[in-house]
Nanobody, 123 residues
């Protein structure tokens, strides 16, 4: 599966952005997630959604970010509110293989990755 991400940009502190990740084929049987990587830092999982629709977030974004999935549109979303300068990074969507479980603590199950979209939060 291939992904096309969009929605990144420059926003002021406290602002909002919604990232989209359009898939080339159905992802209904895949666990999916959003990751980010800032220069000089390790890649970090910021949201994941299971095949059943359960969601997972690290404490750093909990209450501010919301992951969702529209299977009819083959699109994954990340709504980001109350953005902070430390949220500045390149954001990637990713999908595990069909019927494989995934989480945020281990990115190895994520097999397919988007090209990334840059999010910059100014102070």
């Amino acid at each position: 599966v291939q992904f096309v991400e969009s929605g990144g940009g420059v926003v002021q502190r406290g602002g909002s952005l919604r990232l989209s990740c359009a898939a080339s084929e159905s992802t209904i049987f895949r666990c999916m997630g959003w990751f980010r990587q800032a220069p000089g830092k390790d890649r970090e999982g910021v949201a994941a959604i299971s095949r059943a629709g359960g969601t997972m977030y690290p404490d750093s974004v909990k209450g501010r970010f919301t992951i969702s999935k529209d299977n009819s549109k083959k699109t994954l979303y990340l709504q980001m509110n109350s953005l902070k300068p430390e949220d500045t990074a390149k954001y990637y969507c990713a999908a595990a293989a069909p019927f494989v479980n995934c989480g945020l603590g281990d990115d190895r199950p994520f097999r397919d990755w988007g090209q990334g979209t840059q999010v910059t939060v100014s102070s």
